[in-house]
């Protein structure tokens, strides 16, 4: 089959790796028709992660089941269907606790597995023509047959669950006002996602003008950090006080606000002066323990100086940790059926699976409007 393969920083190709097969009968094989380029995938693409030259990226999936094993009960042929880019057992200590971003059993010695994702178990990602599904019954999620709503669910599969797991994290109820760090598709969809939960005013900080511009257009207040310290930017809207609530859509690569060098903690700091005293902060951006690229030997290993004295001051609290898409992508799914919720607004390009190289680059660069795109092996949906 054609697959999306790693060669080494900076650097993807389309070429013919081997076919998946059923290795357990609780397996599917999904026939691959939407998979989407996610910002986690950059942080391997830029040779910031322990990823080897030869894996297969994707971890956001739909498709078609092409075939299943003899153990799988609730699903059939032709079924169409999305992954959470979790994989899990659904039966060990967390994911019964309904922890399934990091189950216990698919990645022995390491709490939590994923598609195509270094460090997260033997899993091929999806940016393929199939995908095998461990735990299929568990793992995969029905949609209504068809090929309508495609771009919406695809997204079901990580970043509409993620950007409102950041609420959830947060604790964001109806009437408050939320400032949202990065406006990438996460971003997006955590601030979009404080406003389906009934957030008063949603503040979406960033200095992408095309990020900013989709931030406005679905109702947040866009605040260019380029321009000023974002957080005095925002207390200036709020009376002085900062938010009720805080969400880190950004992670480790943030940038410094003069936008010239990397500072991995200056969005969490600058949440802890953003939200007011006793506000809850919610962190589903990326932090990892190992970061070869580093802008100093702390931050190679993870370890960053947030500003936790001033977090004890104002008795702000913390959640953090990635999303558990099983304990959300079914409530999401029936809202976007009902026309509640429509989160493919972020979705800015609609590609074939041979044009994922130059999405890639495009994307990292953050050119030509590339916001976030969705290739489609093997199918004629490419715009």
Known sequence: MKAVVYEKPFSVTVRDVDDPRIQH???VLVRVTSTAICGSDLHMYEGRTAAEPGIVFGHENLGVVEETGDGVTSLSVGDRVVMPFNVACGFCKNCLAGETGFCLTVNP???GGAYGYVAMGPYTGGQAELLRVPFADFNCLKLPAGEEFETDFVLLADIFPTGYHGCELAQVTPGETVAVYGAGPVGLMAAYSALLRGAAKVFSVDRVPERLAKAEEIGAVPVDFTKGDPAEQIKEQTKGE???KGV?????????????HEEPAIVLNALVETVRATGRLG???LYVPSDPGGPDEHAKHGQLLVSIGRMFEKGQKMGTGQCNVKRYNRQLRDLIIAGRAKPCFVVSHE???EEAPGAYEKFDKRIEGYTKVVLHPGHALAA
Request: no cysteine; proline share 7%; net charge negative.
């Open 283 to 285: 962190v589903p951006g």
């Open 109 to 111: 010695g390491f709490a």
């Open 25 to 27: 009968p609780n397996d």
């Open 248 to 260: 880190d859509a950004v992670g480790y690569q943030a940038q410094a606000h003069d936008t010239s």
């Open 351 to 353: 590609l074939s699976l």
């Open 242 to 244: 900062g938010t009720d």
